[in-house]
């Protein structure tokens, strides 16, 4: 960014900026390269059809003034776009922001030529000689720009001097990949994400709902369903993933809706699971409000009964997502660049439908203790049932049952219990069932348990030690933040989330740490199977800190109470969803700084709500004498 006074005698001719809302439609989609074109590439006939597509205006966020549609970094860029024109334009003109220096042609002639940079739009009108360009019709704009140092930033309109169209939000372009992986290339709309995925509460009966739905983009404010689709998405992935078969951006001022119909038998209860939609999203089963979602982390579970029949059945989903403010978003933004990754906007989990009795097991909550050998079951029921079956398996050996009250603890205890460990990772099966008063089944589930113990111990020098079922125990492995290059924050499949654990495990680490994102839950039994502790963070969002590391008198970023509340839910969310895990063994409440907030109250809650493993409340953020590391 050169100096201002290098716009020279077209700051002259440049008008504060009228604007019209009868003015016409703005053609915002470019051809672009950044490479230097051969040929008369400003003129019609020019075939630009090896040119990327882009939206308007091309630069970097941050830029004073600019509309950042697709991001440019490079020192040099070349555009064309084609105009539609309904009619003659009485006073024809640029609407032009540029940093730094630009050219313009319309239909093949130079039209003007500029230096220097702006902050805002500005309208410049045609010279007399160039006004017999404009044509009725299709016209052609070509713009080339090259930019020095600082921000840059360019974009044009040919547009009426008297009649400027008010500029939309840009459309944002995602960034694309050739990048895929062996695992996305055998993705096929029949074979995406077929494994059942609770893996600690499972059924026999269940419908997957994966594969294609039809979508569509709408205006947010359009609160009705769309009358036409636009075309199909690949659930589970994400509107913006090349594995969804769509890759397009979600703006913040639309919604994304999909649509599928399923068959349901004859049920007491019908139950609809989404394991995770980004970020706030409304459900419709024949028509019929079915329930709605904020968050876009952790499963969630809606009671369709009252919408669905017997036969034939059509479920919508609504989704916003505006990414910023206090939403917790992770890696996600919307202008991707760095460390900063690509927005995940919809569902991007397994959706699922399962059929119960009126009693039936919701929740399991699995504890363990490697002293004693036991394992602690809570069933959390609906309906009336009024007792639980639990028996304890090593292979097809039954080692321990009994029979409890529903709702409240079932402990058993394992003779001889084997641990769970890094190097030895033994799972005992359990088979639980639901007993109504007259000591009749009325729902049957799996699950597991691994017996281990996480704590600490001081050595003989006087050092806190991670201890794993009362031995020091050093946690040695990577951060791992989770993202595919052609699913984003959706792995391409069980097989390839689970060949990235066992490699890290062969590579020598016994731990992950899970970066600000929650990972599908098949993730976490793959780590108890292959023995693979995890550190789990919670996602990040929200206003920060500064940091100060450990410095004495930190201080927390201020967060309005409903955010602050919304925060704790999802905290609260995650981890009734993944604490019977034994790879779990530590919770990162906050990932350095970020988002960093009331850190002594959210500690303090974390290390109540679960006693039973470590709390890093802010792991390379700001020192705060809560939790244990």
């Excluded at 490079?74 to 084609?82: E, G």
């Excluded at 009671?303 to 609504?318: F, K």
């Excluded at 590391?549 to 109470?561: R, S």
């Excluded at 009734?576 to 002594?600: D, K, M, Y």
Aim: glycine share 8%.
């Amino acid at each position: 960014m050169r100096s201002r006074n290098d716009y020279g005698v077209w700051a002259a001719l440049c008008m504060a900026l009228p604007v019209s809302l009868l003015a016409q439609k703005v053609a915002d989609q470019w051809r672009y390269t950044l490479e230097p074109p051969q040929g008369a590439w400003q003129t019609a006939a020019y075939d630009d059809a090896a040119w990327k597509k882009g939206n308007g205006g091309f630069g970097t966020v941050g830029t004073p003034g600019a509309r950042v549609g697709t991001v440019w970094r490079t020192k040099t860029i070349w555009l064309r776009k084609r105009v539609p024109l309904a009619g003659a334009l009485k006073r024809p003109a640029l609407l032009v922001h540029h940093d730094e220096d630009a050219e313009f042609f319309l239909n093949g002639q130079r039209v003007l030529a500029l230096k220097g940079y702006l902050t805002d739009y500005k309208v410049v009108p045609l010279a007399e000689e160039h006004r017999t360009l404009v044509k009725p019709g299709e016209n052609l704009l070509a713009v080339s720009c090259r930019q020095e140092s600082g921000g840059q930033f360019i974009d044009a309109h040919l547009v009426d001097a008297d009649q400027v169209p008010a500029l939309p939000a840009p459309e944002r372009e995602i960034f694309r990949s050739d990048l895929i992986t062996p695992w996305g290339e055998r993705v096929t709309d029949e074979n995406v994400w077929q494994s059942y995925p609770r893996p600690q509460l499972r059924r026999k009966q269940w419908q997957n709902l994966n594969g294609l739905w039809e979508y569509a983009v709408t205006p947010v404010a359009q609160r009705e369903p769309p009358r036409q689709w636009q075309g199909r998405i690949r659930v589970p992935f994400c509107l913006e993933s090349r594995l969804g078969g769509v890759q397009k951006a979600l703006q913040k001022d639309q919604a994304l809706w999909y649509r599928r119909t399923f068959t349901a038998a004859a049920a007491e209860r019908t139950l609809l699971n989404f394991e995770a939609v980004d970020y706030r999203c409304r459900v419709m089963v024949n028509g019929k409000e079915a329930g709605g979602h904020r968050g876009g982390n952790t499963p969630f579970t809606l009671d369709i009964t009252d919408t669905v029949r017997v036969g034939e059945n059509e479920v919508l989903v609504r989704v916003e997502d505006e990414q910023e403010g206090f939403q917790l978003h992770g890696k996600q933004t919307l202008n991707p660049r760095g460390i900063w990754y690509t927005q995940v906007s919809g569902i991007w989990q397994t959706v699922w439908l399962e059929q119960v009795n009126a009693s039936y097991v919701r929740h399991l909550v699995i504890h363990t203790d490697a002293a004693a050998g036991a394992i602690k079951v809570t069933a959390a029921v609906e309906g009336d049932a009024r007792a639980i079956a639990v028996r304890v398996k090593d292979g097809e050996r039954l080692v321990a049952n009994s029979v409890g009250r529903a709702g409240q603890e079932v402990v058993l205890t394992v003779a001889d219990a084997k641990l769970w460990s890094p190097r030895s990772p033994h799972l005992y099966a359990l088979e639980l069932d639901l007993l109504d008063g007259d000591g009749r089944v009325v729902d049957s589930v799996a699950s597991y348990a691994g017996i281990r113990t996480v704590g600490k111990v001081k050595d003989a020098q006087g050092h806190l030690r991670f201890t794993l079922n009362g031995e020091v125990l050093f946690h040695w492995g990577p951060l791992d933040q989770g993202w595919w290059p052609d699913g984003l924050l959706t792995p391409p499949s069980e097989e390839a989330m689970a060949f990235e654990i066992d490699w890290l495990k062969r590579a020598g680490f016994n731990i992950i740490r899970k970066h600000i994102k929650v990972e599908p839950r098949l993730y976490y039994y793959h780590c108890d199977r292959l023995g693979m502790m995890v550190w789990q963070d919670h996602v990040s969002g929200g206003k920060g800190a500064s940091w100060t590391f450990l410095k004495p008198d930190p201080k927390d970023a201020e967060w309005p109470a409903e955010h602050h509340d919304h925060f704790m839910l999802e905290l609260a969310r995650m981890i009734n969803a993944l604490e019977s895990h034994p790879s779990i063994v530590c919770w990162v409440p906050f990932n350095e700084a970020w988002g960093q907030h009331r850190t002594v109250d959210v500690g303090k809650w974390v290390v109540q709500r679960d006693p039973t493993r470590l709390v890093n409340i802010a792991s390379g953020g700001n020192f705060w004498p809560v939790g244990d590391i």
